[in-house]
């Protein structure tokens, strides 16, 4: 079946970026998605990208997609206190209409 | 806006209980899933719906059991609990008609299981 892949852990001080990595395993994966979970909810979609674009811009996050390595990241840009949380890479196959999670990373930033 | 609500927030109930998870959206969203959420925060699908009176299992086993009589509302039930019940349980519904492919999904805020 499918798989994703995520580090489990990552540690920044205000003001850095953040790279959040994710490699997949279905080369039949259609969108790609960015789910942030803080302390006691649920997810929220972040951001996602469409396997035919290569980046997405949204404000201080940079989404890359290396289709061809299926390797996807997430670029936070200025990282605040207010973005530790834990961050989960989802695919979605053609055909399929579940997603499909990894295991989460957790962003901690440090002031 | 997402509207999906789960009750309670948090339960503790002892062995052997039956208990009710509730969940209900008014997005009119016709897929539902639930997922388990273990400690070390991966993300186990359990079980998930098309529409009214459709269920189906998901990745994980469960001894939990679902039932979808109405649109809205998905509610995961156990019949006797035990301690290896002690989770967090998530909710979330998807939208075929949205922008993102049809599966941005939509999440409740999570009930807190533990079973002593």
């Known amino acids: 079946g499918e798989d994703v892949e995520q580090s489990l852990f990552l540690s920044v001080r205000e003001g850095d970026s953040s790279v959040i990595n994710c490699t997949y395993t279905?080369?039949?994966?259609?969108?790609l998605y960015w789910y942030k979970q803080e302390p006691g909810a649920g997810l929220q979609l972040l951001t996602y990208?469409?396997?035919?674009?290569d980046m997405k811009q949204d404000q201080r996050l940079t989404v890359l997609l290396n289709k061809k390595d299926k390797h996807l990241s997430l670029r936070i840009a200025d990282t605040q206190t207010g973005d530790s949380a834990i961050y989960f890479c989802?695919?979605?196959?053609?055909?399929?209409?579940?997603?499909?999670f990894g295991k989460g990373t957790m962003l901690l930033v440090s002031p | 806006e997402a509207d999906i609500y789960q009750t309670p927030r948090y339960l503790v109930i002892g062995t052997g209980k039956k208990i009710t998870l509730e969940c209900s959206q008014t997005?009119?969203?016709?897929?539902m899933y639930w997922y388990q959420q273990d400690p070390g925060m991966e993300l186990h699908l359990i079980h998930y719906s098309y529409g009214v009176n459709s269920t189906e299992k998901g990745d994980l086993s469960s001894e939990s059991t679902v039932s979808r009589i109405r649109t809205e509302h998905f509610p995961l039930t156990l019949e006797s609990a035990r301690p290896s019940h002690t989770s967090q349980y998530l909710c979330a519904s998807t939208d075929a008609s949205s922008g993102t492919g049809g599966t941005e999904a939509f999440f409740g805020q999570g009930t807190r299981l533990t079973v002593v």
């Open positions: 279905d080369s039949s994966s259609t969108y």
């Open positions: 997005m009119g969203h016709d897929k």
């Open positions: 990208i469409f396997s035919n674009m």
């Open positions: 989802a695919e979605r196959s053609a055909g399929y209409s579940t997603l499909t």
